[in-house]
């Protein structure tokens, strides 16, 4: 997929960010390129034709890198199962490393958790988020992700003033599965504009943030898989067993804790 809308005069320099990252191959594209057509140019064009993504959603347009024998196919295949579920969307400004925002509402924006953030840190025992009534400034400390051994700071992406919290997503076991509507951490009534935030990404910016933070994870875990041998086929899905769902025990704890304050910056 030619995210430029231009040709390219080689399949081999497709400025496709999914293939840039490491995460996903073009080999397989069923639209021969032509990105018209594709659902998911015209979000990143922001036409507004697709609101989000699920990560195996993505994989008709494109295809995951190399052999499922190898190690690459390996780590690939175990991050795709990881994210199974977990919605990007292009309908809205992110600001990373943690959170979504919307502000259809007047005067209240809604934040939420970036899903592959939460799904890459769990089992999670909760998500603490501030309580209604805090007035918080932008980049004060407002809550954390709680897993075992490890808490994962959050910082206020927006001034203002806490209005409402969502507790079915703090006490959810995989926050992901709540469905699209319902999948906000809270609310605030605005101190600033959501324009002049800073640090904001959309559109094209999300998806490479994105694709660069899977890069990062992806390369993680095939670190981890080249290092253990056979002994890491179960945990990543190579033997046909049951899947692994924890990076910490995929990567052993060390790496993981590294990783994490890699892509949570923490």
């Not at 036409?47 to 994989?59: V, W």
């Not at 599965?177 to 951490?185: I, N």
């Not at 910016?205 to 994870?217: G, Q």
């Amino acid at each position: 997929m030619d995210t430029a809308g231009t040709a390219t005069s080689s399949k081999e320099e497709l400025p496709c960010i999914w293939v840039l990252s490491g995460v996903l191959s073009y080999h397989l594209c069923d639209r021969n390129y032509e990105c018209e057509g594709c659902e998911l140019y015209h979000a990143l064009s922001g036409e507004g034709r697709a609101s989000c993504h699920h990560a195996e959603e993505l994989a008709p347009h494109l295809k995951q890198i190399s052999d499922a024998e190898s190690p690459l196919g390996q780590a690939g295949a175990h991050l795709l199962h990881l994210l199974a579920g977990c919605r990007l969307y292009l309908d809205r400004p992110y600001r990373p490393p943690h959170f979504w925002l919307t502000d259809t509402e007047t005067d209240v924006v809604t934040v939420g958790l970036d899903g592959s953030l939460v799904r890459m840190l769990s089992p999670i025992r909760r998500v603490v988020s501030p309580g209604p009534g805090l007035y918080l400034e932008r980049d004060q400390p407002c809550g954390w992700i709680a897993r075992q051994h490890l808490a994962v700071p959050l910082k206020m992406p927006i001034a203002g003033e806490v209005l409402e919290t969502n507790r079915d997503y703090a006490e959810a076991n995989d926050p992901c599965g709540l469905p699209e509507g319902e999948d906000w951490l809270f609310r605030v009534r605005p101190a600033e504009p959501l324009e002049d935030v800073s640090g904001i990404v959309r559109a094209e910016e999300t998806l490479a943030w994105y694709a660069d933070r899977l890069r990062t994870v992806k390369q993680a875990i095939l670190e981890a898989v080249v290092a253990s041998g056979d002994s890491a086929l179960g945990p990543v899905l190579a033997d046909g067993g049951a899947p692994q769902t924890s990076l910490e025990h995929v990567l052993g704890k060390p790496a993981f804790e590294d990783l994490v304050a890699r892509i949570a910056h923490c």
